[in-house]
């Protein structure tokens, strides 16, 4: 619509001949998306959450242990793998939970959900400031990043899992 445009005059496309080209659109970056494998660690009806160092990134919210998944391993195996590195716990998956997907501005996740039973260790804080077992029910007493809030409540309206009470 160079003919009614009042920019016409100085416009450069239209000096260079190809004003259809012109504005440029900058090219769309992808965004990363991480696959997230987290815990719900029973013991005696309580589950363990972690709270996350005071810098970085959600820093001081609570949250369930885990971690990105790594190269081709399984979501099991990236959930069993993280829990011994950040707790020191050995886990088995009992079964899959949840699964959420959330957006931040740099990057998406898939927040995938799994009970699990320890098998083995004593859980120490080694990837976070403090671990603590707590009480579904007493969950809403810990600031938690908005991407675990679909996981609360779910947890909440489902109690825990039958084997885990003991």
Do not use: M
């Not at 090219?27 to 998306?33: C, D, G, L, T, V």
């Not at 919210?61 to 790594?70: A, D, N, V």
Request: with cysteine.
């Amino acid at each position: 619509r160079c003919a009614v445009c009042p920019w016409a005059d100085v416009c450069r496309a239209r000096q260079h001949g190809d004003p259809e080209r012109h504005p440029r659109r900058p090219a769309k970056r992808s965004i990363p998306h991480h696959d997230i494998a987290a815990a719900l660690v029973w013991r005696k009806g309580e589950v363990l959450i972690a709270r996350r160092p005071s810098e970085g990134l959600l820093g001081g919210l609570w949250e369930f242990p885990g971690g990105k998944r790594h190269g081709d391993e399984t979501l099991e195996q990236a959930v069993v793998r993280e829990l011994r590195e950040e707790t020191s716990l050995r886990v088995r998956v009992e079964a899959p939970f949840l699964a959420i997907d959330h957006a931040y501005s740099h990057f998406r996740i898939t927040l995938h959900l799994f009970h699990c039973r320890v098998v083995g260790g004593r859980a120490s804080p080694r990837a976070s400031e403090e671990l603590r077992w707590v009480a579904p029910a007493d969950l809403d007493r810990h600031p938690f990043p908005r991407a675990n809030r679909k996981a609360i409540d779910r947890l909440l309206a489902d109690g825990p899992p039958h084997w885990s009470r003991g």
